[in-house]
């Protein structure tokens, strides 16, 4: 059975502030967040909205797309966001 991997940005309410993560389990992973285990960022700055997520059959490429996603700006981050999901709605 493949494995997926997922690339994903969360943010908070007002669109202000990116997290960026990869995990393999994205619901998993999501929940930690909202329980405040996931990510002192997260936890700090209430990053719990998830607006991007990219699924990958390979952990290798998840993690290259991860580390470019991380070093993106902040307007190529919203420009995928936007594409997308452009009502920049919970996909959780």
Same mark, same amino acid.
């Given at each position: 059975?493949?494995?997926?991997?997922?690339?994903?940005?969360?943010? @908070?309410? %007002?669109?202000?502030? /990116?997290?960026?993560?990869?995990?393999?389990?994205?619901?998993?992973?999501?929940? #930690?967040?909202? =329980?405040?285990?996931?990510?002192?960022?997260?936890?700090?700055? @209430?990053? %719990?909205?998830?607006? /991007?997520?990219?699924?990958?059959?390979?952990?290798?490429?998840?993690?290259?797309? #991860?580390?470019? =996603?991380?070093?993106?700006?902040?307007?190529?981050?919203?420009?995928?966001?936007?594409?997308?999901?452009?009502?920049?709605?919970?996909?959780?």
């Amino acid at each position: 059975m493949a494995r997926s991997y997922y690339v994903y940005i969360l943010t @908070n309410e %007002y669109h202000t502030t /990116f997290y960026t993560g990869m995990t393999n389990d994205i619901e998993r992973r999501i929940r #930690e967040h909202r =329980l405040g285990a996931g990510s002192e960022f997260v936890k700090n700055y @209430n990053v %719990y909205k998830l607006v /991007f997520l990219q699924e990958f059959q390979d952990a290798k490429q998840a993690i290259d797309a #991860e580390k470019v =996603l991380k070093r993106s700006s902040r307007q190529r981050k919203i420009n995928l966001i936007a594409e997308m999901n452009p009502m920049w709605e919970d996909l959780y």
